[in-house]
């Protein structure tokens, strides 16, 4: 119950100021937990905490984007060009950039701050919903693949070391890119 707990947490954090993805909790349950249901139900309950913070940065941005905008600069690894990158992708089309930019490490919380200038919150939402939900997946997938298929033999010791060094070596990776 308490991972559930985190994983809204997470998700709605992440989808508002938090810098760190949700992937890197839903990986680790899925690295530890068996079953397939479970790794359905903590993603869900996930990408409900992100729908909602991207809920809560939508309603701020209509209020008073410029401020939103400002309170995203502030945010670690966000930068200007980031914001020029979403504002021409959401005016492509808004669900072509919803899908597409979080898988490439555009922070979600950017295209919920530009969304009011394109689309309604309803829509928003709605095209937030698979757009959280196919990385999400991806990952805890992958990460229950690897650890229940291919490296099923190894201890739970050495996969979890293996889990913190892959994302050690991520976020190495997007901070040289993106830097704070």
């Known amino acids: 119950m308490v991972i559930m707990i985190a994983a809204f947490v997470w998700g709605f954090s992440e989808a508002t100021f938090f810098f760190i993805i949700p992937d890197v909790l839903l990986s680790?349950?899925?690295?530890?937990i068996n079953g397939l249901k479970k790794i359905f139900l903590i993603n869900i309950i996930c990408i409900a905490g992100a729908a909602l913070g991207g809920g809560v940065i939508f309603i701020m941005s209509s209020i008073d984007h410029s401020a939103v905008i400002d309170f995203?600069?502030?945010v670690p690894a966000i930068h200007t060009y980031m914001l020029q990158h979403v504002e021409s992708e959401m005016a492509a089309g808004t669900f072509t950039a919803?899908?597409?930019g979080p898988l490439f490490g555009v922070?979600?919380?950017l295209f919920?701050?530009?969304a009011p200038l394109h689309t309604n919150i309803f829509i928003f939402i709605l095209f937030s919903i698979p757009a959280r939900f196919?990385?999400?997946i991806i990952i805890s997938l992958l990460a229950y693949m690897l650890s229940h298929k291919i490296f099923k033999d190894l201890p739970v010791k050495v996969k979890t070391l293996i889990w913190l060094l892959v994302w050690i070596i991520v976020y190495v990776i997007y901070f040289s890119i993106h830097p704070f």
């Open 28 to 32: 680790y349950y899925a690295l530890r």
């Open 134 to 136: 196919i990385r999400f």
């Open 72 to 74: 995203m600069l502030a």
């Open 112 to 114: 919920a701050a530009f």
């Open 107 to 109: 922070p979600y919380k």
């Open 98 to 100: 919803l899908v597409t």
